[in-house]
């Protein structure tokens, strides 16, 4: 079944767990219809089987926390620094990256390296 997530808010956290759902595509609302129906058309035509239609409510949902009792505090700083950028820029890569003043390369080594959940 493929997702398209509607909503209203484009928090990482509800960005994430879009992705961790299966979220073919994502679209926060104000959104413009055209590219709604060229979402849907895509999917449609790549569908086998029946239509479904399901309303999920993502809002009280936890994001699982990270483990990072064995970073040294200045990681576990660096690590909330880069959370909080890729928040402020709804996850965008090379806008945190230029916002810390790092390339977007080193950005997304940390990111793999302190396992920083990112759709």
Same mark, same amino acid.
């Given at each position: 079944?493929?997702?398209?997530?509607?909503?209203?808010?484009?928090?990482?956290?509800?960005?994430?767990?879009?992705?961790?759902?299966?979220?073919?595509?994502?679209?926060?609302?104000?959104? *413009?219809?055209?590219?709604?129906?060229?979402?849907?058309?895509?999917? !449609? /035509?790549?569908? #086998?089987?029946?239509?479904? %239609? =399901?309303?999920?409510?993502?809002?009280?949902? *936890?994001?699982?926390?990270?483990?990072?009792?064995?970073?040294?505090? !200045? /990681?576990?700083? #660096?690590?909330?620094?880069? %959370? =909080?950028?890729?928040?402020?820029?709804?996850?965008?890569?090379?806008?945190?990256?230029?916002?810390?003043?790092?390339?977007?390369?080193?950005?997304?080594?940390?990111?793999?390296?302190?396992?920083?959940?990112?759709?």
């Amino acid at each position: 079944m493929q997702v398209v997530m509607l909503t209203g808010t484009d928090t990482l956290n509800v960005v994430f767990e879009a992705g961790r759902c299966g979220a073919a595509a994502y679209l926060t609302k104000p959104f *413009e219809v055209e590219r709604l129906l060229e979402i849907l058309k895509n999917l !449609l /035509e790549d569908q #086998e089987g029946p239509i479904e %239609v =399901e309303r999920v409510n993502l809002s009280k949902i *936890e994001p699982p926390k990270q483990d990072d009792s064995a970073l040294s505090p !200045l /990681e576990r700083m #660096e690590r909330k620094m880069i %959370v =909080e950028m890729l928040k402020e820029t709804a996850g965008n890569k090379f806008k945190a990256a230029k916002r810390l003043g790092i390339g977007r390369q080193t950005l997304y080594n940390k990111i793999k390296e302190y396992g920083v959940d990112v759709l």
